[in-house]
């Protein structure tokens, strides 16, 4: 089936489950699967924390409610995805705030660039106050679509190409990279002296191996995952990004649940942002070790401030309006 077809069938299926509720009941007490979606494979640390979420809801509601699956990007890119969940013809998402930032402008302080000290200090920002408004933030307007869950680690976003090791910005220039379809990605890569190149996950691989970029920027997991590595050589620790993740549900379908599966559903998020985080850490050390074993150079040893140094164009363009948010991120210990 091809992937268009595919989401139209996906949408024909949303919309049997809605006829499915039951007369009797506001809501709906049959079975009911919930079709959940990544761009990553079966494994990887944000899949398999929505996995193990589907097997606990399957357990609490004797079978009632389970989470189908679909990973690498079946459904299409997370653009798509959030479309589809708006649509209610897909439940759970997991997304990039890097892909929400264009539909709710506020969590785009998390896309700025060098905003986290460090992974910890961005895991203190997600579980803390901070956290927890950003989520109501995107819950409670309703033109969001969506209800958010809960955040989820995806450690730093490091540039790697396949032309030569980066260690200054002056070896970034006149490099083609490929940045997440958001201006404010484009506008750090030009600001950090290369040329930043828009384009979705899945155009990634084939575009570096072409030439159309000469390499792109993310986390040692996704770097593996998508077999990045086999096309780029050089990956520099610049660390210009810390963004973490979401785990949405459409509000259409959310609408449906009795507020008993709402409250089992938001616990079961919560208790996944933490396991994810486990899950995180193994795999950003085993993806190190495989990029040692297949020759990636790694670079470690840069001096970021000229990069920091660098990106204050695009503080100076977006950052003004999340200036007082910026403050209580920085107040964070
Ligand atoms: C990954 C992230 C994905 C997607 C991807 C990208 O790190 O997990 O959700 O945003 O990067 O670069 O498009």
Same mark, same amino acid.
């Given at each position: 089936?091809?992937?268009?077809?595919?989401?139209?069938?996906?949408?024909?299926?949303?919309?049997?489950?809605?006829?499915?509720?039951?007369?009797?009941?506001?809501?709906?007490?049959t079975?009911?699967?919930l079709?959940a979606?990544?761009?990553?494979?079966?494994?990887?640390?944000?899949?398999?924390?929505?996995v193990?979420?589907?097997?606990? =809801?399957?357990?609490?509601?004797?079978?009632?409610?389970?989470? %189908?699956? /679909?990973? $690498?990007m *079946?459904? @299409?890119?997370e653009?798509?995805?959030?479309?589809?969940?708006?649509?209610?013809a897909?439940?759970?998402?997991?997304i990039?705030?890097g892909?929400?930032g264009?539909?709710?402008?506020?969590?785009?302080?998390f896309?700025?660039?060098?905003?986290f000290?460090?992974?910890?200090?961005?895991?203190?920002?997600?579980?803390g106050?901070?956290?927890?408004?950003l989520?109501?933030?995107?819950?409670?307007?309703?033109?969001?679509?969506?209800?958010?869950?809960?955040?989820?680690?995806?450690?730093s976003?490091?540039?790697?190409?396949?032309?030569?090791?980066?260690?200054?910005?002056?070896?970034?220039?006149?490099?083609?990279?490929r940045?997440?379809?958001?201006?404010?990605?484009?506008?750090?890569?030009?600001? =950090?002296?290369?040329?930043?190149?828009?384009?979705?996950?899945? %155009?990634? /691989?084939? $575009?570096m *191996?072409? @030439?159309?970029?000469d390499?792109?920027?993310?986390?040692?997991p996704?770097?593996?995952?998508?077999?990045?590595y086999?096309?780029?050589?050089?990956?520099?620790?610049?660390?210009?990004?810390?963004?973490?993740?979401l785990?949405?549900?459409?509000?259409?379908?959310?609408?449906k649940?009795?507020?008993?599966?709402?409250?089992l559903?938001?616990?079961l998020?919560?208790?996944?942002?933490?396991?994810?985080?486990?899950l995180?850490?193994?795999?950003?050390?085993?993806?190190?070790?495989?990029?040692?074993?297949?020759?990636?150079?790694i670079?470690?040893?840069?001096d970021?401030?000229?990069?920091?140094?660098?990106?204050?164009?695009?503080w100076?363009k977006?950052?003004?309006?999340?200036?007082?948010?910026?403050?209580?991120?920085?107040?964070?210990?």
């Open positions: 089936m091809k992937r268009r077809d595919f989401i139209k069938f996906s949408a024909g299926l949303g919309a049997t489950m809605a006829t499915a509720t039951p007369l009797s009941s506001a809501f709906a007490q079975k009911m699967v079709k979606s990544d761009v990553h494979p079966l494994g990887y640390p944000t899949v398999e924390a929505v193990r979420m589907g097997k606990k =809801l399957e357990a609490a509601t004797n079978g009632r409610l389970t989470i %189908q699956m /679909f990973p $690498s *079946q459904l @299409g890119g653009k798509e995805m959030i479309e589809q969940a708006q649509l209610g897909l439940q759970i998402a997991r990039s705030v892909a929400v264009p539909v709710v402008d506020d969590v785009n302080v896309n700025m660039p060098f905003v000290r460090n992974s910890k200090h961005m895991e203190k920002v997600i579980d106050e901070i956290g927890d408004e989520l109501a933030k995107i819950s409670t307007n309703e033109k969001t679509g969506l209800i958010a869950l809960c955040w989820m680690n995806a450690g976003r490091n540039v790697y190409n396949n032309k030569r090791p980066v260690r200054t910005i002056a070896d970034l220039k006149g490099l083609k990279v940045m997440m379809g958001n201006p404010l990605f484009v506008d750090t890569m030009n600001a =950090l002296g290369g040329n930043g190149v828009a384009l979705g996950f899945d %155009q990634v /691989f084939s $575009s *191996q072409t @030439g159309v970029v390499g792109a920027e993310n986390n040692p996704s770097f593996i995952a998508q077999n990045h086999q096309v780029a050589k050089y990956f520099t620790m610049t660390e210009h990004l810390i963004i973490p993740e785990l949405v549900f459409s509000r259409i379908s959310w609408q649940l009795s507020p008993e599966d709402q409250a559903i938001k616990k998020a919560k208790e996944a942002q933490q396991e994810q985080r486990v995180w850490y193994e795999a950003e050390n085993a993806a190190i070790e495989k990029m040692k074993a297949a020759g990636t150079e670079i470690t040893d840069i970021k401030k000229p990069f920091q140094d660098a990106v204050k164009p695009v100076d977006y950052g003004a309006k999340y200036a007082a948010m910026v403050k209580r991120i920085e107040a964070v210990q």
